[in-house]
Nanobody, 118 residues
Framework: QVQLVESGGGLVQAGGSLRLSCAAS????????MGWYRQAPGKQRELVAS??????ANYVDSVKGRFTISRQANNTLYLQMNSLKPEDTAVYYC?????????????WGQGTQVTVSS
């Protein structure tokens, strides 16, 4: 099994910053792509940003220039969120595309709440 544990969410005023972290743990695995998703009340979960093992990153248009995804060699994932807006309010989930032997599986963290007040 691989576990993903997020941290760093909270309440912040519009214009503020937060940094989310996601720690991966387990044994005998490798991870290609990791990403951050978010789900606001009444809305579908959406991909916010993703990064490959080679460091190639992609962002949804609404966060470009404000959010930065990064990843350490030990598969700890970060999301630096600046200039936060009320519409960024959501539960943020870490996601990982994991390979263990010949088995490939998508893992999710438990989610962390981000609330941006106006």
């Amino acid at each position: 099994q691989v576990q993903l544990v997020e941290s760093g969410g909270g309440l912040v005023q519009a214009g503020g910053s937060l940094r989310l972290s996601c720690a991966a743990s387990g044994s005998d695995y490798s991870i290609n792509r990791m990403g951050w998703y978010r789900q606001a009340p009444g809305k579908q979960r959406e991909l916010v940003a993703s990064i490959t093992s080679g460091g190639s990153a992609n962002y949804v248009d609404s966060v470009k220039g404000r959010f930065t995804i990064s990843r350490q060699a030990n598969n700890t994932l970060y999301l630096q969120m600046n200039s936060l807006k009320p519409e960024d309010t959501a539960v943020y989930y870490c996601n990982a595309d994991v390979l263990r032997g010949s088995l490939r599986r998508i893992y999710w963290g438990q989610g962390t709440q981000v609330t941006v007040s106006s």
